[in-house]
C-alpha cells in the first residue's frame, strides 16, 4: 500500500524533474544568445534608418566614404574627390561620423535681420 502511494505521488514530480532542466537550459539560451542578437539588429536598423547625406561610412568589407546618395536599396558613396561607387545599404558597416545638422539661425540674428527690414 505505501509502495503505491508513493509511486502516484512521484508520477507527477518526475515530469517536473524531466522539464526543469530543458526550461532552464532554454532560459540560459535566450538571455546569453537570442536577446544580445535582437539587440544588434535593433540597434542596427536604428543605425540604417537614421542615414544621410553627408554621413562617413564604413562598409562591412572596410571601405571608407561619404555617403553622397540614398535610395531605399543602394547607396552611393564618395570614396575619393573623384571615385563614386555604388553599394547595397546592407553593405553598410557603421557610421564613423555623422553630417552637421543644418545649422539655424541664433534668435538675435533673426531679430537683428527683421529690424533692419523694417528699416529698409
Known amino acids: 500500500m ?3 502511494e508513493e509511486a502516484a505521488t512521484s508520477g507527477g514530480s518526475g515530469i517536473w524533474g524531466l522539464l526543469l532542466p530543458f526550461i532552464l537550459m532554454f532560459a540560459v539560451f535566450y538571455f546569453l544568445l537570442l536577446r544580445p542578437q535582437q ?3 535593433k ?3 536604428a543605425m540604417m534608418n537614421q542615414l544621410k547625406k553627408g554621413d562617413k561610412i564604413t562598409t562591412i568589407g572596410g ?3 561619404t555617403i553622397v ?4 536599396d543602394t547607396v552611393v558613396l564618395r570614396v575619393n574627390d573623384t571615385v563614386k561607387m555604388t553599394f547595397e545599404r546592407s553593405a553598410i558597416g557603421n557610421v564613423v561620423s555623422s553630417a552637421p545638422a543644418p545649422a539655424e539661425k541664433p534668435e538675435k540674428a533673426d531679430k537683428l535681420e527683421k529690424s533692419l527690414e523694417k528699416t529698409e
Open 2 to 4: 505505501y509502495l503505491a
Open 39 to 41: 539587440k544588434k539588429t
Open 43 to 45: 540597434a542596427r536598423n
Open 63 to 65: 571601405l571608407h566614404g
Open 69 to 72: 546618395e540614398l535610395n531605399s
